[in-house]
C-alpha cells in the first residue's frame, strides 16, 4: 500500500514550540517516527546548588506538583542519607502513607481524566459528563478526593507537602484523624471495584501491542516496594549498590529532543506501573492480585497500555497496605515525636523511591556546613522516553494500514499510557480578553 | 459566612510563573489582617489535582501570572467570561499546565464557586530559575496593595 501523511501533535508550551510527535510517511514508507520532548531537569540541578541543607525539599518538591510528594521523599532520603539521619519507624510508617496518598492521587487522575476518554471513545474528560458514564466519572472525582484528603491529612497539603521535613515530620496525624481515614479508605473499596469494573467493560479499545523490554523497579523482599528497596531490572536483577545507580540508568542525548534519555541491559527500558508490577506482582495485597485477574494481568506483561490497568491494581492495593499502616499506627499509639536532631557534615547522599511514574532518584553532594556542592536528579519520565520512542518504532508499521486518524490517535494514547510529567513546564495562563 | 479562597497558581522553578505563588506567600504573612474566613492555598503545580480545592469555596480569587500581552508587571483583574485560552488543550499528561481546563471541568461538574475571580500578573521572564525578574520584583510593592485591595472589595 502507498500512501503519504504526516503526523505532528504539538504537545505543551508555546514557550519551547517543540512538536512532541513527528510522524512522517511517503509513498507508504516511514521516512520517521520521532517521540519529542521538552524538558529540562538539569536546571533543577542547577537551582540546588548552594542551597542549605533544608531548603533541597521545598525546591525540589516545586519541580511537580503531581508528584511532589515522591520528590519531597527522595529529597529527604538523600539529605538524610548524606547527613547520617536515622528516621524513626513511626516516621517511615507515616512516608508510606503519604507515598500511597501520591500513588493514589496521581493513579486515579490518570486513569480517570487522561485514558477513560480513550476507552470511551471521546476525545476528552468533558463530554463524559452529563451522559451515561457520569456516575463512572463522579465514583472517580469521589476516589481522587479521598486520595487528596488523605494527602492533605499526612502531608499538611494536597500540593506540595509540609509537613515532610528532615529527620521526621513536624506534625503528624491524630488518632482520630486516621480512625476516620481508616474508614473512608474502607468506603473507597467498593468505590474501587465500581472503577475497575467500568474500565474492565471497555478493556477491549486498549490496544493489544506488545513489544519486549527490560523493566527497572524498587524491589524488596519485605513488601511490594514504592518506600525502599534495592533497584531491580527484569534483564538483570538487583543491584544493591544504590550509590551506583548511574551505571544502571545510563542516561544519554538525543538530537531531536531536550531531555535526556536512559538504557541500562537494551536500548531502552521502561519504569512505572508496570515495571513495579512485573517485578512484584507476588508481593501485591489479595485485593489488587484481584483485579489483575480481572483484567488476565499477569507478569511479564510487555504491553505498554496495560500501564494503567497496572495504576488501577496499584491503587487497590495502596488501600490495603494503608489500612494496614493505620492499624499498625493505631496498635502502636501516635507519638508526638520531634524530628531527628541533624548536625551538618560533609557527605554524599541518594534518595530512591517509587513515584507513580516510576522509580526516582535524587543524590546530594553536601560540603561540611550543610550546603550543597552537587544535585543530580533522575526522573521517571526521562527513563521512558528512549522506552516510548522504541515503542512509536514498532506501533507505527503494525498500525500503518489504518487510517490516519486512528494512528494519531493510538500513538497518543501510547504517550497517554506513559503520562509523561511536564510539570516543569510554565503554568501561566495565555489569554485574549473577548 | 461564605468560604472565600484565594489560591496562588504557578512554578516557583520558573521565575516570573511563581509570580502568583510570591504574593500568596506575602498574603499569608499579613493574613491577620484580613478576614477570617479567608483561605490561602499555595496551588502551586498542582494541575488537576486542584479541582477538589475549587469545590470548597463559595468564592475564589485566583492569582496567577497571565500572558495577556500587557506591560510586564502589569495586573488586571477579570473573569472566565472575560477571557478566552490561547493555549491548545494538551491532553496527554495530567500535569496539564493550563488551568483554564480546569476550570472548565470544574464547571462541567458543577462545583465551580459562585464567584471565580482572577488576578493576572503580566510575567516578562519565563525561563528557568528561582526569582522574578527586575521588571516584577520593582512592582511587587504595588502589586501587593493593588491584591489587598482587591481581596478587600471581594469580601465587602
Same mark, same amino acid.
Given at each position: 500500500m502507498s500512501k503519504d501523511f504526516s503526523i505532528h501533535v504539538e504537545h505543551v508550551t508555546r514557550v519551547e514550540g517543540h512538536g512532541n510527535i513527528e510522524v512522517n510517511v511517503r509513498a507508504g514508507k516511514i521516512e520517521k517516527v520521532e517521540w519529542r520532548v521538552v524538558e529540562a531537569p538539569r536546571f533543577f540541578e542547577a537551582m540546588l546548588r548552594g542551597q542549605n541543607y533544608n531548603e533541597l525539599r521545598p525546591i525540589t518538591s516545586r519541580i511537580c506538583g503531581i508528584c511532589s510528594i515522591g520528590h519531597s521523599l527522595a529529597s529527604l532520603k538523600a539529605t538524610e542519607d548524606a547527613l547520617g539521619v536515622h528516621i524513626t519507624e513511626q516516621t517511615a510508617i507515616l512516608r508510606r502513607l503519604a507515598i500511597n496518598a501520591e500513588n493514589m492521587q496521581s493513579h486515579i487522575l490518570h486513569i480517570g481524566y487522561l485514558v477513560a476518554p480513550d476507552l470511551f471513545g471521546v476525545g476528552s474528560v468533558f463530554p463524559l459528563v452529563g451522559t451515561k458514564h457520569t456516575d463512572a466519572l463522579l465514583t472517580i472525582v469521589k476516589l481522587h478526593r479521598l486520595a487528596n484528603e488523605m494527602s492533605d491529612l499526612v502531608c499538611g497539603r494536597t500540593i506540595h507537602p509540609i509537613r515532610l521535613i528532615v529527620g521526621g515530620f513536624s506534625m503528624v496525624p491524630t488518632e482520630k484523624q486516621l480512625l476516620r481515614l481508616r474508614e473512608r479508605l474502607e468506603e473507597a473499596r467498593t468505590l474501587t471495584s465500581t472503577v475497575a469494573g467500568t474500565?474492565?467493560?471497555?478493556?477491549?479499545? /486498549?490496544? !493489544? =501491542?506488545?513489544?519486549?523490554? +527490560?523493566? &527497572? *523497579?524498587?524491589? @524488596?523482599?519485605? +513488601? #511490594? $516496594?514504592?518506600?525502599?528497596?534495592? &533497584?531491580?531490572? @527484569?534483564? @538483570?536483577?538487583?543491584?544493591?549498590?544504590?550509590? +551506583? #545507580?548511574?551505571?544502571?540508568?545510563?542516561? #544519554?542525548?538525543?538530537?531531536?529532543? @531536550?531531555?535526556?534519555? $536512559?538504557?541500562?541491559?537494551?536500548?531502552?527500558?521502561? %519504569?512505572? $506501573?508496570?515495571?513495579? =508490577?512485573?517485578?512484584?506482582?507476588?508481593? /501485591?495485597?489479595?485485593?489488587?492480585?484481584?483485579?489483575?485477574?480481572? =483484567?488476565? /494481568?499477569?507478569?511479564?506483561?510487555?504491553?505498554?497500555?496495560?500501564?494503567? &490497568? !497496572?495504576? /488501577? %491494581? +496499584? =491503587? *487497590?492495593?495502596? &488501600?490495603?497496605?494503608?489500612?494496614?499502616?493505620?492499624?499498625v499506627l493505631l496498635e502502636n499509639g501516635v507519638r508526638d515525636e520531634k524530628p531527628a536532631k541533624i548536625k551538618p557534615k560533609a557527605g554524599r547522599g541518594v534518595g530512591i523511591v517509587e513515584v507513580p511514574r516510576g522509580i526516582l532518584v535524587h543524590d546530594y553532594t553536601l560540603n561540611s556546613k550543610g550546603y550543597c556542592t552537587k544535585a543530580n536528579c533522575i526522573i521517571p519520565t526521562n527513563q521512558n522516553h528512549a522506552n516510548i520512542q522504541k515503542d512509536m518504532e514498532q506501533l507505527v508499521p503494525e498500525i500503518l494500514s489504518r487510517p490516519e486518524k486512528e494512528i494519531e490517535l493510538t500513538l497518543e494514547m501510547l504517550v497517554r499510557a506513559y503520562d509523561p510529567c511536564i510539570s516543569c513546564s510554565t503554568h501561566y495562563l495565555d489569554v485574549t480578553f473577548v | 459566612m461564605k468560604k472565600i479562597g484565594v489560591i496562588g497558581i504557578g512554578n516557583l522553578l520558573r521565575k516570573d510563573d511563581g509570580v502568583g505563588i510570591v504574593l500568596l506567600e506575602r498574603l499569608q504573612k499579613q493574613k491577620k489582617e484580613l478576614p477570617k474566613n479567608i483561605e490561602f492555598i499555595d496551588g502551586g503545580t498542582g494541575g488537576m489535582n486542584l479541582l477538589h480545592l475549587l469545590a470548597q469555596f463559595d468564592t475564589v480569587l485566583l492569582i496567577d501570572a497571565v500572558d495577556f500581552k500587557g506591560r510586564p508587571g502589569e495586573a488586571r483583574v477579570f473573569s472566565l467570561k472575560d477571557i478566552q485560552s490561547q493555549k491548545k488543550p494538551v491532553m496527554m499528561s495530567t500535569h496539564d499546565p493550563d488551568f483554564l481546563n480546569l476550570l472548565r471541568l470544574s464547571q462541567e461538574l458543577k462545583e465551580l464557586p459562585e464567584t471565580l475571580v482572577i488576578f493576572g500578573v503580566q510575567p516578562r521572564d519565563v525561563s528557568h530559575g528561582m526569582g522574578l525578574s527586575k521588571e516584577i520584583e520593582t512592582v511587587l510593592d504595588d502589586l501587593y496593595l493593588k491584591l489587598q485591595k482587591e481581596i478587600q472589595d471581594f469580601v465587602r
Open positions: 474500565v474492565h467493560s471497555v478493556a477491549d479499545r /486498549l490496544p !493489544a =501491542f506488545t513489544r519486549e523490554t +527490560e523493566y &527497572i *523497579a524498587l524491589s @524488596t523482599e519485605n +513488601e #511490594y $516496594a514504592l518506600y525502599d528497596g534495592v &533497584i531491580t531490572s @527484569t534483564d @538483570t536483577g538487583k543491584h544493591p549498590d544504590y550509590k +551506583e #545507580y548511574q551505571s544502571i540508568m545510563k542516561e #544519554y542525548v538525543v538530537p531531536h529532543s @531536550t531531555a535526556k534519555y $536512559a538504557k541500562h541491559a537494551r536500548d531502552s527500558y521502561m %519504569v512505572g $506501573a508496570l515495571a513495579r =508490577f512485573n517485578l512484584n506482582s507476588s508481593q /501485591l495485597h489479595p485485593a489488587a492480585k484481584e483485579v489483575a485477574s480481572m =483484567f488476565g /494481568l499477569k507478569p511479564m506483561n510487555y504491553n505498554p497500555f496495560m500501564n494503567t &490497568i !497496572a495504576q /488501577l %491494581v +496499584e =491503587f *487497590a492495593h495502596n &488501600i490495603e497496605d494503608s489500612l494496614h499502616w493505620i492499624d | -
